[in-house]
């Protein structure tokens, strides 16, 4: 079965593919520890897209309590991620997740 969300060392060119992998295997396991499971990652990423493409008044409460958990975990997943590759320059994290159609 694959995950609502997908993890995409960008900028890492010079970077071996097996350490590359490794890395954003580290930072899907740390982003679905922080926020509870891959389904939690597919929602607080959507919850925080959505809120910081409207105004303040635009969202509900649910979705700004979702979204403000979204920095942090990502942050610490960046952190696990990048932790064994030392300096790589300009590297990063993309995170995707498919669009749901309510």
Avoid: C
């Amino acid at each position: 079965m694959t995950k609502p969300y997908t993890v995409a060392l960008q900028e890492a060119r010079d970077l071996p593919t097996r350490e590359r992998i490794d890395a954003e295997v580290r930072f899907a396991r740390e982003l679905e520890r922080v926020l509870g499971g891959e389904d939690a990652v597919a929602e607080v990423y959507r919850a925080w897209v959505d809120a910081s493409e409207s105004e303040a008044n635009q969202i509900d409460s649910s979705t700004a309590t979702k979204a403000v958990r979204w920095p942090r975990a990502f942050d610490a997943a960046r952190q696990a991620g990048l932790s064994k590759l030392g300096d790589i320059g300009e590297a990063h994290f993309e995170v995707r997740v498919e669009r749901h159609t309510a």
